[in-house]
Nanobody
Framework: QVQLVESGGGLVHSGGSLRLSCAASGRIFKVNTMGWYRQAPGKQRELVADSTSGGSTNYAESVKGRFTISRDNAENTVYLQMNSLKPEDTAVYYC????????????????WGKGTLVTVSS
């Protein structure tokens, strides 16, 4: 199967920066959209940013101008550069990837990483 491994989370002060990475591995024919979601305690999981294989990007309104998503298609890796972090950014961040596992699959299937914790102190 497919595995998504996230890294880069940690504890930072308000205004600080972190860079998250997520590498997909396993049975992969083609990776379509890759993205980042986050879930804070007591809240629903929400989209932070995603990126299509063609390079189109989408951001949550709350992170526009502060976060940048990028990807290395050759390595099936997606990054999230997070600048000007705020306490409200504190959450577990999950990597997501829509993956066509074989040439014969009709649809891509969504896979999730286990999450990496980002904590932003005041």
């Amino acid at each position: 199967q497919v595995q998504l491994v996230e890294s880069g989370g940690g504890l930072v002060h308000s205004g600080g920066s972190l860079r998250l990475s997520c590498a997909a591995s396993g049975r992969i024919f083609k990776v379509n959209t890759m993205g980042w979601y986050r879930q804070a305690p007591g809240k629903q999981r929400e989209l932070v940013a995603d990126s299509t294989s063609g390079g189109s990007t989408n951001y949550a309104e709350s992170v526009k101008g502060r976060f940048t998503i990028s990807r290395d298609n050759a390595e099936n890796t997606v990054y999230l550069q997070m600048n000007s972090l705020k306490p409200e950014d504190t959450a577990v961040y999950y990597c997501n990837a829509d993956i066509q596992q074989t040439f014969f699959d009709f649809y891509a299937v969504g896979f999730w990483g286990k999450g990496t914790l980002v904590t932003v102190s005041s």
